[in-house]
């Protein structure tokens, strides 16, 4: 019989497999990055309260006498005068209300949309095309815009004299059809939103740069181009500085209004003021309700196509 060796003394016996060492999980998961905490939306609701409270304000003052404006504590409830100013409002004839109403609404409208026109088309050609000069022209765009709007005002008053558009709408629509800021954002937006194989497609297609432009580049860059003519509306209805120049109290635009209002001989109808303001802000809210979905959802479409 053969005897059975035993095996040598290192290999006996392995040491038994040591279970991995737990992980301590963390507080901070990916997932709970995207979960907003009671601090945001504590932050969120003061920052409303803090941008709705002007709007809301000018409602209730409006909709109040001026007999309430200086009780303390103050009213934060709407009245039961908002008719009654609203009336005073359009009965006064030197502020000219819906006068300055109307023109604002023609000269907003129609810089709105040259704004958008000539900046989408310039934003496309400094984005796509290749012509001599370029480079110097985008350079001559963007120190446009580090000119402040005073230095230029003397000079363009003084060419409107010339014109022959002194108080007229002219003179407020014509110098702010196209703006440096528009054609630089649409130039920029171009490059990122339309490659130059969707470009060439077209081309191939037998489309001219007009058609490429209509057909191709407008419905990719119509996010932006929203954008842009909310911004150039909003900013248009306010301008106060220019209008108050070249126009008069026979053709005012709705500041002009409300600056006239404003300047009480005897007495401030602050009541009357904010009724005035509060219809002003009207078109804007509008504005903003009817465009402002569509914007936004356009925006997130393409940054999720992107």
């Known amino acids: 019989m053969t005897a059975i060796s035993s095996p040598p003394a290192h290999a006996a016996k392995s040491p038994a497999p040591q279970p991995a060492p737990r992980r301590k999980k963390t507080r901070g998961t990916a997932a709970s990055l995207w979960e907003a905490s009671p601090l945001t939306y504590f932050g969120l609701i003061i920052g409303i309260v803090i941008s709705a409270f002007p709007i809301v304000w000018s409602f209730i003052i409006a909709s109040r006498d001026n007999s309430d404006i200086n009780t303390i504590p103050p009213p934060l409830t709407p009245g039961p005068n908002f008719g009654e ?10 502020a000219s209300f819906l006068i300055g109403l109307a023109n604002s609404f023609i000269v907003s409208s129609i810089v709105t949309l040259s704004v958008v026109i000539f900046s989408t088309l310039a934003g496309f050609a400094f984005a796509k095309l290749r012509f001599r000069g370029k480079n110097a022209m985008l350079l001559i765009i963007i120190l446009t815009m580090m000119i402040p709007t005073q230095l230029g005002v003397i000079p363009l008053y003084l060419l409107m004299v010339d014109f022959g558009w002194n108080n007229t709408l002219q003179a407020v629509i014509v110098p702010f059809m196209v703006k440096g800021f528009g054609v630089f954002m649409m130039r920029q937006y171009t490059i990122s939103a339309v490659p130059d194989e969707l ?33 150039t509306f909003m900013e248009t209805w306010n301008d106060f500085l220019w209008p108050y120049i070249v126009l008069n109290n026979n053709t005012p635009t709705v500041q002009i209004s409300l600056k006239i209002l404003a300047s009480g001989y005897y007495q401030t109808d602050y009541a009357m003021i904010f009724t005035g303001t509060s219809l002003a802000l009207v078109p804007l809210l509008l504005v903003f309700l009817a465009f402002g979905k569509q914007i936004i959802g356009g925006i997130m479409e393409g940054s999720v196509k992107a």
């Open 199 to 231: 470009i060439e497609a077209g081309r191939m297609d037998g489309c001219s740069t007009w058609r490429v432009y209509w057909n191709v580049v407008l419905p990719a860059v119509r996010p932006a181009a929203g954008v842009l003519g909310l911004l």
């Open 85 to 94: 100013n609203v009336q005073r409002l359009l009965d006064n004839e030197d």
